[in-house]
C-alpha cells in the first residue's frame, strides 16, 4: 500500500531537496572552477628560468586564430547539416537493418586517438587510399589530394557528424508518439512534419550540439597539423603546445588560452541568443510508432541517407579494422605489458566517466531547479547561466596547462608520479564533462516537464522517485553519457606525461610509444583494441532493440 | 568528491617521502619514454650500472628530450634527478642557461662524435644524421643531394615535420638553413611542393610513410637499421645526400642538485664506456659514440655515413631559432 504524504508535508521536504540540489551544483561548478583556476594560477606565477619576451598577439597569433575560426565554422556547419538528414532518417527507420549497430558505432570515433583516425582517414581518402584508386581505375592520372583545409574539414566531419547526429537522433526520439498520431490523423506531408514536428524538437539541440563541435574543432591539433598539409593550416592549439615546449614561456600559454575560451565564448553566446529554446510536451508515454514515409521512395531515400552516412563513418573504421588485423594480435592480446595497459586504460575510463555523469547530474538538476520559478532570482539566473556556460567551456581550457600547472602544486608532496592517476581522472572527467551535459540537459528537462510536478505532488521522497520515476526513464540518457565519456576517456593521450609515472600506462600512450619505435603493426594492433573496447561500451551505452520494446512494454 | 579526492592525496604524500632512501644508494635519471619503453635500452642499462655501483638505478621518464627540459624547469633546483639523459644539442644553451647543470669534470676524449663536439656540462652518449628515408618499391631515383630534393619532381612526394612541435623538424630546419644560408626562405618555398604534409611529431610522419601515403619521409640515417635488423627487409633505404648531413647529438648531464655527485659522475663515466655503448645501437637506433664490447651488427654497416656533417652551436641555434621558425613559417605558408 502506497502512502502519501500530506501535502503540508510535502512542502518543506521538496524546498530542502532543491536547496540540496543546488548546492550539489554550486560544489560541482565551484570545485571545477578551483581545479582549473589553480593550475593556471600555479603556471602564471612559476618562477622559471629563460622566459622569453616579446609581444604575445602577433601577426602569427592573428593568423592562426583565422585559420581556427574559418575551419571550426566550416566543420561545425558541414557536421550539423549532414548530421539533420542522417538523424531524420534513422529516427524515421526504427527497423532497418543493423541500425541497432549502425547506431553503436557511430559513438567509436571519439574514441579513437587522432592518430589511429588520421591514419584510417587516409587509408580512404588519401593518395593510396580505397577512393583514389577507384578514381585511378577510372583513369585519373594524379590522385586528388584531401591535405589542406578539405582533409581538415573530412577529419572533422568523421569526428563530429556521427556526435551530432546520436544527440539529435536522442532528441527526435523524446517526441511524444501522439504527435506522430496527430500528424497523421491531420494528414500532415513530409515537409509539414519537419517543420512542425521534427524541426522544434532538433532545434533547441542545434547551439548546444553546434558549440560542442565548434569547441573540439577549434582545438583540434593533431588532426589539423597532419592533414592541413603545412603550417598555413594551424590553430591555436598549435600556438599554445609551442609555447609551452620548445619556447616555454607560461604567460604566453595562459594568454592564448584565454583568447581561444574568450573568441568561443562569445561565438557560444551569440549562438544561444538566436536560438529559441526547446518545446516541452506531455506524453502518457504512448509507444512511438511512425506512420509517415512507408511509401517506396521515401523508404529508398532513407535507406540511401543511412547508407551514405554510415559507409562515411564505417569505411575509415574499417581500415583501421584492417590494418589491426595485419598486424600479430595474438601476441599483442598474451602481452603482459598490453594487458596492465588495458587495464589502467579501463580503470581509467570507468572512474572518470562515473565521476563525469554524477557531477554533469548535479550540474545539470542544480540549473534546472535554479530556474524553475516562474521569475527566478537573478543570482538563481546567474548559477544557471554559469553552470551552462562553465560545463562547455571546460573543454577550451588545454590539457598541458592542467598537467603543467598541477604538476607545480603537487611537487611539494613529494613524489609527483603517484597523483598522476588522480590529476588524468579529473581531467579525463571534465573533457567529457560538455558531451554528457549535452546528452543529459536536455533529456533530464523533458523528463522534468513530464514527471516532476506529479511526483512532487504524490510527495515522493528522493529514493523513491529514483527507483520509480527517474532511474527508469532516465537510465538510457545517463548510460549513453557514461559510454561517450568512457569513449573519451580510453582514447585520451592523457596530459600527465611530465609526471613521468612509468607505472600508469595507458592504452593510447602504449600504442604511442610501440609507433614511436617502429613497430607500427603493433600501434595497428592496439588501435584495433582500444576499437574493440569501445565498441563493447557503446554496446552498454546503446541497448539493442528488443530491450527498447521490453521497456515500452513495461510502461 | 573532491573532499575524497584531497584526502586520498593527502594520504599518498604522506606515505611517499620517508623509508625510500634507507638501504641502498639511488641514483635517480630523469630520460625521455622511449628509453625506458619494454624494447628501450633503460632496463639493461640499469642491470650493467648496478652491477658496478652497488646503488639502484631509477628512471622518471617525460616524453621526450623537449618535454624533460620543461620537467626541469617547472621542478626548479628542488629537482630530485642525479643525472638527466636524453637532451639534444640543440637543447643545451637552455638547459644551461638554467643553471641546474655541474660540469662532469671527465675525460672524454675516448668519445668520438662527426663533427667534433664536446661539452663541459654534458657528454654525448649516441647520435645519429637526419636523413630523408624513402621505399625503395616506388622511390627508382632517389635525391642525392638536399638541392635534388627542393627541385625534384613535386609529384613525388614527402613527410616532414613541424619545427615548432618536434626535434627532427628542427633538424630539417637547421639542415636547410646549413646548406642554403641566405637562400632558405626560396628554398622553402619550393620545396613546400613536394611536402605532402607537415605532422606534428616524427610518428605521425613515420607512421604516414610506412602505411605507403607518401614515398619519402624525413628521419634518421639509423631508420634504415630497424628494418633490417627486426623487420629483415632492405625495402627502406636512407638518402646519401652530397652536401652532408645535419646530426642529432644525444646528451646526458649531471645536476647541482644531485645527492651524491660522484655516483652522477660515475653515470656519465658508464655512459660513454663500451658496455653501455653496446647496448644503444639496436634498442636506441643511434649510432655508439665510442668503441662497444661487440662489434656493431651487420646492417650498420651498410647505413649511410655523411662524409661532411653539419651541426650548429648550440648558442646560434638558440639565438635564431625563433626567427628561422618565422621564416620556414612564412615560405611554407605562400600560396
Known sequence: MAVVDEPELSRPVVLTERKITIAAGVFSLGGIALFVGLAAFALLLADVAGVSEGRIFDAYVWRVTRFTLLQAVLSTFL?????????????????????????????????????VAALGLIGIWGRQGVMNTLL???????????????????????????????????????IPGEYWLIGTNLGMGRLSLFRLIEWPAIRGLIPG????????????????????????????????????????????????????????GLLLAVARLLTPPAAEAMTTGRPVVRFDGRDGPAKLLDGFVILLGAGFVLLPLASVLVSGLQSNLLRLATDPMVHRALATSLAIALCSAFLCVLVTIALVSARQTALRPRRPPIAARGLASAIANGSSLVLLVPPVVLGAGWFLLLQPFGDVARFAPFIVVVINMMMALPFAYGILDPAIATHRARTLRLSESLGLGFLDRLRLIDGPSLRRPALMAFSFACALSLGDLGAVALFGSQDMVTLPYLLYSRMGSYRTADAAGLALMLGLVCVLLTIIGTPGERKVEEDADAR | MRKILFSLMAAAAALSSPAVFAADKTLTVYTYESFTSEWGPGTKVAEAFEKTCACKVEYVSVADGVELLTRLKLEGASSKADVVLGLDTNLITEAKATGYFAPHGLDVSAVKVPGGFSDDVFVPYDYAHFAVIYDTETVKNPPKSLKELVEGDPNEKIVIEDPRTSTPGLGLLLWVKSVYGDQSAAAWAKLKDRVLTVTPGWSEAYGLFTKGEAPMVFSYTTSPAYHMVAENTERYQAAAFSEGHYIQIEVAGMTKSSHDPELAKSFLAFVTGPEFQSIIPTTNWMMPVAAGKEPLPDAFGKLVSPEKTFLMSPDEVAANRKAWVDEWLSSMSLN
Request: some cysteine.
Open chain 1, 79 to 115: 557536421s550539423i547539416l549532414f548530421a539533420i538528414p542522417l538523424a531524420l532518417a534513422l529516427a524515421r527507420r526504427p527497423r532497418f537493418p543493423g541500425r541497432v549497430w549502425i547506431v553503436r558505432l557511430l559513438a567509436l570515433p571519439l574514441g579513437l586517438p587522432a592518430l
Open chain 1, 136 to 174: 585511378s581505375t577510372l583513369g585519373l592520372a594524379q590522385p586528388v589530394s584531401i591535405y589542406g583545409l578539405s582533409g581538415i574539414l573530412i577529419a572533422h566531419v568523421f569526428f563530429n557528424l556521427p556526435l551530432a547526429t546520436r544527440f539529435l537522433l536522442a532528441g527526435l526520439e523524446r
Open chain 1, 209 to 264: 550540439i553546434a558549440g560542442l563541435i565548434f569547441m573540439l574543432c577549434a582545438t583540434s591539433f593533431t588532426l589539423v597539423l597532419t592533414l592541413g598539409g603545412g603550417p598555413a593550416a594551424s590553430t591555436i592549439e598549435v600556438a599554445i603546445y609551442q609555447a609551452l615546449r620548445f619556447d616555454f614561456d607560461p604567460p604566453r600559454v595562459i594568454a592564448l588560452s584565454l583568447l581561444q575560451i574568450a573568441l568561443t
